[in-house]
């Protein structure tokens, strides 16, 4: 099984600075097109089920603001918030969707400091 | 609108069983691959298990804790998927989530059905 780990297990930003969160997994998730990575993040507030950020790594999902971006290659991955939002606390998870079993990273919880 | 709204969920005994249903609306699902995933009560997310879409084969994959345990199914008549648990064990008392993806990517959320497994 691909093994995804995120760091850091928390997170504590003042508003409207930069948020980053990694996330390493155990072997390459390169699509077999070998053009992008099979990788996702997903925000979840709490009561809420997960919401979809970012797949392919890179590819902000429609509608997700634009300060949210997502990078990475290889086994590392990044997940950023260029400018932290009050709505923006919450856990996030990345997520390898290369080969099953899918596998999630153990989450990062973000806080306002 | 998107909507997959889960039921089925509740209190069962341990070795006991219970089906979950997931009713999909707002997007194509005979062209999704319909999938679940689970969260224990504070903990994180984990996958349980996928169906492909029936011109992928309709096959079904399942995560290891539950494999010989759980059966996936779906109707494309009624744009439902099944997720048949039996043998249930404490460990998998969880909100159960039901998941569309319709280009490998978890796209589709519903909003989670608990399932808790207690004597």
């Known amino acids: 099984d691909i093994v995804m780990t995120q760091s850091p297990d928390s997170l504590a930003v003042s508003l409207g600075e930069r948020a980053t969160i990694s996330c390493k997994s155990s072997q390459s998730i390169l699509y077999r097109s070998g053009n992008k990575h099979s990788l996702a993040w997903f925000q979840q507030k709490p009561g809420q089920p997960p919401k979809l950020l970012i797949y392919w790594a890179s590819t902000r999902e429609s509608g997700v603001p634009d300060r949210f971006s997502g990078s990475g290659s290889g086994t590392d991955f990044t997940l950023t918030i260029s400018s932290l939002q009050a709505e923006d606390v919450a856990v996030y998870y990345c997520?390898?969707?290369?080969?099953?079993?899918?596998?999630f990273g153990q989450g990062t919880k973000l806080e306002i400091k | 609108e998107v909507q997959l709204v889960e039921s089925g969920g509740g209190l069962v005994k341990p070795g006991g069983s219970l089906r979950l249903s997931c009713a999909a609306s707002?997007?194509?699902?005979?062209?999704?691959?319909m999938n679940w995933v689970r969260q224990a009560p504070g903990k994180g997310l984990e996958w349980v298990g996928r169906i492909k879409r029936r011109t992928d084969g309709g096959t079904t994959d399942y995560a290891a804790p539950v494999k010989g345990r759980i059966t996936i199914s779906r109707d494309d008549s009624k744009n439902t998927v099944y997720l048949q648990m039996s043998s249930l064990k404490t460990e998998d008392t969880a909100v159960y989530y039901c998941?569309?993806?319709?280009?490998?990517?978890?796209?589709?959320w519903g909003q989670g059905t608990l399932v808790t497994v207690s004597s």
């Open positions: 997520q390898q969707y290369d080969s099953t079993p899918y596998t």
């Open positions: 998941v569309g993806a319709t280009t490998l990517v978890l796209g589709y």
């Open positions: 707002g997007f194509t699902f005979t062209n999704a691959w």
